[in-house]
C-alpha cells in the first residue's frame, strides 16, 4: 500500500512538472505554429532549458539575449523557442494594449523577478479592479497644476546638487548615473512623501546602492533561470538570501516614512496623503507597497535616460552645442521655470530621441486571460489562447526601418515642429513605447518629460562636463537597459 502511494505521489508530481514546464509550452508553440508564424528555433521547454543549463554547468546560455540583438530576420510577429508569441507590430500591440488590454496581465515570471523591488500590491504588479481603483486615486497627484510645484522642488534639489559637485573652482570627476540616481531619488522623497532630503543623506545613498545590487542579483538568478517555476525562485540558492536581506532593508526604509508621517499627523495631499486617507481604503500592505513601487520604479528609469542623454551630449559637439546655446538662450542665465520648458524645443527633442535610441525598458510582456484573436482589419487575425505569453522588444520597434527614417542614426530633429509650428506626427501610436501605451502605461508619464528637461537644463546651464578618456561604455540589460560601468564625466563650473 504504501509502495502504491509513493508511485501514485511520484507520478502525480513528474506529470505536474511535466504540465508546467514542458507540455503547455508545447502547446502554445504548436497552436501559433499552424497559424502559419515564423518560428525564431525549434521548441525548447523551459524544463529542459533549465535542465540543459545546469547540466553543462552553466556552458549553454539561454537564447534570450539573442532576441534583443536581433531585430529584423524573422519580422516583427514571431514564435520564441518556449512558445511565446513576440509582437513588434505596432497594429498588433494595440490590440494586446488598449482595445483588449483587459485580456492580459502580467506574467507570473515577472511577478517573481520584481516582487522584491516593487511588491506585489504597488502599482506596477497588481492588476484588474484594484488597479484601476488605485490609478484613479493616484492620478491627480500627477496634475499639471500639481506637477508646476514639483518641478519647482526638483529645481531646487538639483540646484543644491549642482553646489555640491562644483563647490570649488577646480576640475571634479563623478559617476554620473550614481549621481543622478541619488539627485532623482532625493525628488521623488520630497515631491510624493515630503522628506527633506537633508535628513536622509546617508540613507539615499543606501538605498540607491541597494536597488542596484538587487537588480543585478535578479539579473544573476534568471540568468540561472531560477524564475521558471515559482517552487525554482523559492529555493535558497542562488543568491536568494542575499536578494531577501536587501528587500527586508527596503521595506525598512518605507515603513519609517510611513511611521513619520504618521507620528505627525500631518494632511498632505501627496502621494502619502493620498495613500493614508481613510477615504481610499488601502491596506497596511498596500500602503506600504505603493510605496515602495514608486521609490524604486520612480527614480531609476529616469536616471537611466539622463545617464544615456548625458552621454550624447559628451559624444556628439553639435548637439551639445545646440543644446547649450538654446538653454542659455532661454533662460539668460537665470532658474527655469515651468513656463519656459516648452521653449526648449531641441532638449526635448534630444531627450525624446535618447528615449528612442537607449529604450529604459526594451522588453515587456503579457500573458492572456481570455482567449480572443488580434489584428487589424485587412490583416491576418491572430488566435490568442488563454494562458499564452506575448512579448515585444521596444528596442527593436523603436530602430525599425518601417516606422523611423535612418533609425541608427541620431538625429533629434526628427522631433522638432515644423515651419508652421506642428509637432510630428508617429507613423503609430505603438511605434514610441518609453512609457508602454494604454491602460497600464507608466502613471509617472507626465512628469518624467519635465522633470528631465528641468534637471538637464540646470546642469547644462552651470556646468562644464566631458567624458573620462578611456572608458567602456556598455549597455546592459538588468531590468532596464544601464551603463554597466556607469558614466564617468569631468565637471567644472561654467565661468558665466
Known amino acids: 500500500m504504501i509502495i502504491l502511494t509513493l508511485l501514485a505521489v511520484s507520478v502525480s508530481i513528474i506529470s505536474y512538472i ?41 556552458k549553454s546560455h539561454p537564447w ?41 496581465v502580467k506574467f507570473n515570471s515577472l511577478h517573481m523577478q520584481m516582487e522584491p523591488i516593487l511588491g506585489m500590491e504597488g502599482i506596477v504588479l497588481i492588476e484588474g479592479k484594484p488597479h484601476i481603483n488605485a490609478r484613479k486615486c493616484f492620478n491627480p497627484v500627477f496634475h499639471s497644476v500639481k506637477i508646476k510645484a514639483m518641478l519647482e522642488a526638483i529645481s531646487d ?13 577646480s576640475r571634479k570627476q563623478i559617476p554620473f548615473h550614481q549621481e543622478v540616481s541619488i539627485l532623482i531619488l532625493k525628488s521623488v522623497l520630497r515631491i510624493l512623501y515630503g522628506i527633506d532630503e537633508g535628513t536622509l543623506v546617508s540613507e539615499i ?19 540561472n533561470l531560477m524564475y521558471v517555476h515559482p517552487l525554482l525562485s523559492k529555493l535558497p540558492i542562488c543568491q536568494k538570501s542575499a536578494l531577501e536581506k536587501y528587500n527586508k532593508y527596503l521595506l525598512e526604509f518605507v515603513n519609517k516614512i510611513i511611521r513619520d508621517r504618521q507620528a505627525k499627523r500631518i494632511d498632505r ?7 493614508l486617507s481613510s477615504e481610499n481604503e488601502f491596506t497596511d500592505k498596500q500602503i506600504r507597497e505603493h ?21 550624447v551630449l559628451m559624444t556628439k559637439p553639435t548637439v551639445y552645442e545646440a543644446c547649450r546655446n538654446e538653454v542659455d538662450t532661454v533662460l539668460s542665465g537665470k532658474e527655469p521655470i515651468y513656463d519656459q520648458l516648452d521653449k526648449l524645443e531641441i532638449l526635448n527633442a534630444v531627450f525624446h530621441e535618447v528615449l528612442r535610441m537607449y529604450t529604459p525598458v526594451p522588453l515587456f510582456g503579457r500573458e492572456c486571460i481570455q482567449e480572443h484573436f488580434i489584428g487589424p482589419y485587412g490583416r491576418q487575425k491572430i488566435h490568442i489562447p488563454r494562458g499564452a505569453t506575448i512579448v515585444w522588444n521596444t528596442n527593436a520597434i523603436h530602430h525599425s526601418t518601417k516606422f523611423w527614417r535612418d533609425p541608427e542614426e541620431f538625429d533629434y530633429t526628427r522631433w522638432m515642429k515644423d515651419e508652421d ?20 502605461n507608466c502613471i509617472g508619464r507626465s512628469l518624467a518629460i519635465p522633470e528631465a528637461t528641468i534637471i538637464l537644463a540646470i546642469i547644462i546651464q552651470r556646468v562644464n562636463f566631458e567624458m573620462v578618456p578611456g572608458q567602456e561604455i556598455i549597455p546592459v540589460i538588468h531590468l532596464t537597459m544601464k551603463p554597466k560601468y556607469d558614466i564617468y564625466m569631468d565637471i567644472s563650473k561654467r565661468s558665466n
Open 18 to 58: 511535466y504540465y508546467t514546464l514542458v507540455y503547455k509550452y508545447q502547446q502554445f508553440y504548436d497552436h501559433f505554429k499552424r497559424q502559419g508564424l515564423p518560428c525564431y528555433r525549434p521548441f525548447v521547454s523551459p524544463g529542459w532549458s533549465f535542465l540543459q543549463f545546469w547540466i553543462t554547468w552553466k
Open 64 to 104: 534570450e539575449k539573442e532576441i534583443l540583438a536581433d531585430r529584423d530576420s524573422f519580422g516583427s510577429i514571431y514564435v520564441l523557442p518556449n512558445g511565446s508569441l513576440m509582437v513588434n507590430e505596432p497594429e498588433y500591440l494595440s490590440d494586446i494594449l488598449k482595445k483588449q488590454g483587459t485580456y492580459y
Open 157 to 169: 534639489i538639483t540646484e543644491k546638487t549642482i553646489d555640491e559637485w562644483v563647490s570649488t573652482e
Open 205 to 223: 545613498q543606501v538605498i540607491v546602492d541597494t536597488y542596484e545590487n538587487m537588480t543585478n542579483l535578479i539579473y544573476y538568478r534568471n540568468s
Open 269 to 275: 495631499d501627496d502621494l502619502l496623503g493620498v495613500l
Open 291 to 311: 510605496v515602495l513601487s514608486f521609490i524604486t520604479g520612480g527614480y531609476h528609469t529616469l536616471a537611466t535616460a539622463l545617464s544615456w542623454t548625458m552621454f
Open 421 to 440: 509650428g506642428n509637432a510630428p506626427k508617429l507613423a503609430h501610436p505603438c511605434c514610441f513605447l518609453p512609457f508602454s501605451f494604454g491602460s497600464r
